[in-house]
């Protein structure tokens, strides 16, 4: 009996169909995220990261103030602002849990740039694990456009927002200092994930704040852990563009980014308040076909693998 209550097609009787409008918002924003990580890509790849008497380590920041001088990478930089843009609008309409993973657009459209720029034709797997981060996320995304409820942010549930945030960004400062001297993108792809996460979700409390004129001390100390978010975010961003493929990093950022806020989300939004058993039971299994796709692509990318192909000069 418990089987068929697990699965039941019970209907969500807080579903709002208006919630749907930001799907084709994340969708366009994600196709500028994806111009804007090749773009990224190609200006961090003209700053020189290492030398043959040097091993590769993080950026320091005379690279990282070159980048300023790449014309590339800041129009990159301004793609990657409209898909922020977009992402707002989405957020403004829909729950994190429905539009946050439809970043996972932008992973294929830049594995196909990436592959023609490059010149490095993907593998079987790296193909195979694409589909696994794709297909977990769509999977994902259909049933949580229509089981999550897109619901207010109470003050106590923003206070446990910023104090986790505040946790991770103490663990990732302390991971960072034991391992900047070694070239360990995974390690930054996921340190990004994980902030980029909570600057959706802080994201979406200060936007739903400031259109209620809720301008209380606890906005701008949102606000400001927003910006601290984003900014140490970025530097992650940068150092995993320069130790891996673009393709691999937006991987990890639309996969682990999602999976953040759609954890905010159940746990401390309860946007997964209405939905049924079986839709848990599905947010679990397409979460974890989507990270172990991930991590299959950070082991079989070709260009993870020293296959680094012909990178076009390109100001």
């Known amino acids: 009996m418990w089987v068929s209550e697990l699965f039941s097609a019970t209907p969500n009787a807080h579903f709002d169909p208006s919630q749907l409008i930001g799907i084709p918002f994340a969708l366009v924003g994600a196709i500028f995220m994806s111009i804007g990580a090749q773009l990224q890509h190609r200006g961090v790849g ?31 930089t301004v793609m990657l602002g409209l898909a922020v843009v977009f992402q707002l609008v989405s957020l403004g309409y829909s729950p994190i849990m429905v539009v946050q993973p439809i970043g996972a657009v932008a992973l294929v459209l830049t594995a196909i740039i990436n592959s ?25 995304v259909t049933v949580a456009a229509f089981t999550a409820v897109k619901a207010p942010v109470e003050t106590v549930d923003l206070i446990q927002i910023l104090i986790t945030l505040g946790c991770v960004l103490i663990v990732f400062a302390v991971l960072y200092i034991l391992l900047r001297k070694r070239q360990n993108n995974l390690f930054y792809i996921m340190g990004a ?123």
Not at 248 to 275: K, N
Request: with cysteine; aromatic share 6%; proline share 6%.
């Open 116 to 140: 023609r720029v490059s010149k490095v034709k993907l593998n079987r797997a790296s193909i195979i694990a694409i589909v696994m981060c794709v297909g977990g996320i769509a999977i994902f």
């Open 46 to 76: 003209k700053v020189d990261v290492a030398s043959p008497e040097q091993p590769a380590s993080a950026l320091n920041l005379k690279q990282l103030f070159s980048l300023l001088s790449r014309p590339s990478w800041l129009f990159g």
């Open 193 to 315: 994930g994980v902030l980029y996460g909570f600057v959706a979700t802080l994201a979406s409390v200060v936007e739903a704040r400031l259109l209620s004129n809720e301008m209380d001390p606890l906005l701008w100390v949102s606000l400001g852990a927003l910006l601290l978010a984003a900014i140490i975010g970025g530097l992650f961003v940068q150092n995993a563009y320069s130790s891996g493929p673009p393709d691999l990093v937006i991987a990890g950022l639309t996969v682990i980014d999602p999976l953040v806020a759609v954890c905010i989300g159940i746990v401390i939004l309860d946007e997964a308040s209405q939905a049924p058993g079986w839709a848990i039971a599905v947010y679990v299994l397409a979460g974890a076909i989507a990270v172990a796709g991930v991590l299959l692509m950070s082991r079989v990318h070709p260009q993870s693998n020293g296959d680094t192909g012909e990178v076009p000069r390109l100001s």
